[in-house]
Every structure is written in C-alpha cells, then in structure tokens.
C-alpha cells in the first residue's frame, strides 16, 4: 500500500484526500500523543509524535523504522513559519537582537524538509508564507492563496475544525510559497470569490480590509498558530489529485 508522509502536520487536513483513496498516512509533529490512528474512507492517518528538528528523527523517517513496507508515493511538509513569515517582519529586529541566528535556525526546518524528501525520492512541496525563506534559501517555485482552490470544495462546505475563523470553500486569502521537487505536478487552479472583513485599527484611526483568517487570529496561542498552518482543503485536495500514483 502506497505511503504518503506529512511533516510538521497536526490537523492532517493534507492527508485526508490520500487516505481517502486508500493510502496509509502518517502525520509527523510534536504537537501529537506517542501515535494514534484515525480510518478515512478506505485508507488510515497515523498520528505521530516527533521533534522535526532533529537529524536523528529525520533519520529514522527516512530509513522506514515506522512502516517496514515503506513505499512513500507523496511528501508534504508546514515548517513553522513564526520566525520566518512577512507578517511578523515588526519583531525580527528584537528577535535578532536576543538570537542573531533565529532564523538560519527557522530556515533549517524547511531545508531539512527538502532533504528528507529528496533522500526518499519522491513527490513533494515544501509550504511557508511569504516571508525570509525567500531571501535566505531560495525563491519558491511556486504561489498560490487559498481562495484560488476553493472550487475543489462543495458550494455547501463548512471547514469541519475551524468554522468560526476559516469560510467555506477556503475563500480568503494568504498569499502562500512552495518549494517542490520530485516531479511534484502543481495543481490547476479553480477559484472561488474571496471573503475580506474590515478592521478598524486604532493606531490608524480608519478601517482596512483584511482576510478573515488574518483579522480572527491574533496572538500566539497554539490554536492560533494551528490555524494559521492549517492546510487549505482544497489545495489538499487538487494536489492529491494531479500527484496520486495513476495505476493506485
């Protein structure tokens, strides 16, 4: 049974339209108990509890030791974004004042990502925010907002974890980077009309538009920062589709 492997995943949003075909899945973050498991459709997500940011479990994922009959048709990876994303440019100074290096660190999360899918040889896309990435590794081969998916859901969707910050269809938009390889196919897009919702800064005195996801989701509370990476459903979706093994 063909594997598809997500890193640096607690939702496992990516993962459900592969296990829903039948493949098994596993979803690697720290954030998860030693191991569950969840059935969809006709296949299975494991979750598993990992610290990314070492070798020697890059390592092991690598070298099988979850799965004896490894056979990985799909990588996809979410490193976290919170040192490297534009919207939080206003604090990379303090950062740096305190860590110099905070974000060659970050960075790391998101080559040792690309490492481990190259080292396996498969399928895969790297995903980050716009954002330090860019200038500190590579430009992204691809970008895309998660609006320009939404098409790939029903016109009667509600997101099933987060339905009081994330609107149907994925419609808002967060201007979102790929690092890809592997002969990784990116999806054709169809877009649904996005959602803005006006906020009234007091430093500015006026309202500005702003996707609601971004107005929803102030703070650095776990919840937030699992919101803010969650994967669109719709991107899940298309990629799932334009990268399955056509003879599974």
Known sequence: MPIVISLYDYT????IPWAELGYRCYAFDIQHDAHSRIYVGEGEINFINADLSSDDVLLKIADTDYDQAWNV???????????????????WKSKSAVDPHFQDKAVSAVTGAVRLAELIGCPYY??????????????????????EYGGYLP???????YPDVIPPRDAYRKRT?????GGFVMPEKQPVNYINVKVNRAEKGKGEN???????????SERTKNIR??????????????NQHKEY
């Open 12 to 15: 496992g949003n990516a993962l």
């Open 73 to 91: 048709a799909f990588l996809s990876a979410f490193p976290p974004c919170t040192d490297l994303s534009s919207a939080g440019a206003r604090w």
């Open 126 to 147: 790297v995903e980050n925010p716009v954002g330090a990435v860019s200038r500190l590794w590579r430009k992204p081969d691809h970008m895309f907002d998660p609006y």
């Open 155 to 161: 016109e009667d969707d509600s997101h099933p974890t």
């Open 177 to 181: 980077c790929l690092w890809t390889g």
């Open 210 to 220: 702003f996707s609601p996801v971004s107005a929803r989701t102030g703070g650095k």
């Open 229 to 242: 990476s969650a994967t669109p459903r719709g991107f899940a979706i298309a990629v799932c589709q334009s």
